[in-house]
């Protein structure tokens, strides 16, 4: 697939997908929405790929949807907006489920569905001057398909306040409120995002894959006897495995794992 308003790249095991339109603020429609959800794919299936960082140009990260594209949506009937929707929603559900783990390199300003995509993604690490917003309310409209993903990274109490009142707030209270996992000087941005992808590319890619499965599965649920049998599987079976196997067998003998030779 041809990208218009994104480039995807890959370097040493972490695929990039940055969003190229900085003289609209980053700002997303169906044609962009498209694009990202079939670079996620990609990036999620291509077997060198340990990880995918999801970072912008310019001085805002994504605000929201363009305003041509919302022009188009205004004359929509019913049926048209449940497709528009519709693809949205298969584009978050997309970086949420990817396979290989995700970061948010949040440079600069996020707004409306553009809070979706950072918290679809696994980690979040923002500049100090980055702004976030839920503005939906402030045109009559709801953060709808965006909101079983931004609820999961704020929780409810937070989303209290913000969904309802479309206020502005500040990386700070992103991070008070668990939005965003760690706020730095903008100066500093690549070394916290390169910090994490360490930490990611030394581990055992099966096992890496496996938690963010583990974590999907049980996050919200109700801790029954349904739930503890398929924990106990997921152990039983990453234990017996392959590459858990060499990961004990390295630590014992006190070598590196063979992923990492």
Avoid at 1 to 29: C, D, K, W
Avoid at 130 to 146: D, H, N, R
Avoid at 228 to 247: F, H, P
Wanted: proline fraction near 3%; hydrophobic fraction near 45%.
């Amino acid at each position: 697939m041809t990208h218009r308003y994104l480039t995807l790249t890959v370097n040493a095991g972490v695929a990039t997908v940055t969003l190229t339109q900085p003289e609209i603020r980053n700002a997303f429609s169906d044609e962009v929405i498209l694009e990202i959800t079939e670079a996620f794919r990609v990036a999620g299936e291509r077997p060198d790929v340990r990880a995918v960082v999801l970072a912008a140009e310019g001085t805002a990260f994504c605000a929201g949807a363009n305003l041509n594209w919302m022009r188009r949506m205004a004359d929509y009937d019913r049926a048209e907006n449940l497709q528009d929707a519709g693809a949205l929603a298969e584009m978050l559900r997309t970086i949420y489920h990817c396979p290989k783990p995700t970061i948010a390199r949040v440079q600069g300003d996020v707004y409306a569905g553009g809070m979706g995509l950072v918290a679809a993604c696994d980690m979040a690490v923002a500049a100090e001057n980055a702004g976030f917003c839920l503005s939906e309310v402030k045109i009559g409209l709801v953060p709808g398909t965006i909101a079983p993903y931004v609820l999961r990274a704020m929780g409810a109490r937070a989303g209290h306040r913000y969904f309802l009142t479309g206020e502005r707030f500040d990386a700070a209270e992103a991070l008070r409120i668990g939005f965003v996992h760690q706020v730095v000087a903008a100066e500093q941005l690549d070394d916290a995002v390169d910090s994490l992808l360490k930490a990611l590319l030394v581990a055992g890619p099966d096992a890496v894959r496996t938690c963010k499965k583990l974590v999907l599965d049980v996050a919200e649920r109700e801790i029954n006897a349904q739930l503890i049998a398929s924990t106990v599987e997921v152990i039983a079976d990453i234990r017996a495995s392959e590459e858990g196997k060499e990961g004990v067998q390295a630590f014992l003998s006190k070598r590196k794992p063979s992923w990492l030779s």
